[in-house]
């Protein structure tokens, strides 16, 4: 139990269990909760949107299925591997996931790998999995963000801002909320690039391509402001450098490339559904 407080709201004395349910030994926690809601949502709307991205939504099932299994190995690999020192001398604690120590973009890699693979096996177009994935990951992100919140961890530095937020986790000091940051910008980025790909699309890729900026841009600033980041095995310029604020920048930076790369690509079947839409 954590009592958990944002004084510069004068929000104060929120008590916050991370366990759910108890059941003799047996628990269950509300991360685990928060994160499959998150699936559940996500995947709502991928089956609803799957005839404007011309994906068959049966087959997407098979690779939302994969996705999700290849998507928590690969969440705990890529821990593991920023960690390996550890893991080294404590094998056997690989699989004791229920510890925590999944890492976001390991489970993006993961699942996407996991998804296209799939897809391929079943001759689907790749490119619009992907854009159906990226809204799913927004949705997901934004909410299972909080499964952070229920742990009182992926927090920052400390803070005077008036949103600062204080548990016992944070050592009594006022810090960054930064799962707050990331949900935030996740639902405001999946309302903004749903509104987009509705209106404006014009070929498949562009809705992931747009993905990977807007993550990717909020991720390397709030990443910064952390205190549990995975750092490269290795200095840079004699610095050491945080993974994902580096995998972020190149994920911005291939995005925004293949966006004006793609400026002038049109795919006539998003045109041809915007326009049987509107006369419907």
Not at 41 to 53: G, M
Not at 143 to 156: D, H, P
Not at 235 to 261: C, D, K, N, P, Y
Request: aromatic share 16%.
């Amino acid at each position: 139990m954590y009592n958990v407080s944002f004084p510069g709201l004068g929000i104060n004395g929120l008590s916050v269990n991370p366990v759910a349910l108890s059941v003799g030994n047996f628990q269950i926690f509300w991360y685990g909760i928060i994160i499959a809601s998150g699936l559940v949502l996500a995947f709502i709307y991928a089956w609803f949107s799957s005839s404007r991205f011309n994906v068959d939504r049966n087959k997407l099932i098979n690779c939302v299925l994969v996705g999700i299994i290849t998507g928590i190995i690969g969440a705990r690999l890529y821990y593991v591997l920023f960690s390996l020192d550890y893991y080294l001398a404590h094998p056997v604690e690989i699989f004791y996931i229920h510890r925590g120590g999944l890492a976001i973009y390991g489970g993006i890699i993961g699942a996407l790998l996991g998804g296209c693979i799939v897809a391929k096996i079943q001759n689907m177009k790749v490119m619009p999995v992907l854009d159906i994935a990226s809204l799913g990951f927004l949705i997901g992100q934004g909410i299972g963000r909080w499964g952070n919140f229920a742990n009182q961890e992926a927090f920052g530095t400390p803070t005077d801002l008036p949103w600062g937020m204080i548990s016992e986790n944070t050592g009594g000091v006022t810090v960054h909320p930064c799962f707050l940051y990331e949900s935030i910008w996740c639902l405001l980025g999946f309302v903004i690039i749903h509104f987009l790909s509705k209106k404006f699309q014009k070929y498949s890729g562009q809705v992931f391509y747009m993905y990977l900026v807007w993550y990717g841009f909020e991720r390397m600033l709030v990443e910064g402001l952390r205190t549990d980041s995975l750092y490269l095995p290795f200095t840079m310029f004699g610095a050491e450098i945080r993974v994902s604020q580096l995998l972020s920048l190149l994920l911005v930076i291939f995005g925004v490339v293949m966006l004006i790369i793609n400026r002038k690509k049109e795919d006539p079947f998003y045109a041809d559904y915007r326009r049987k839409k509107s006369v419907g």
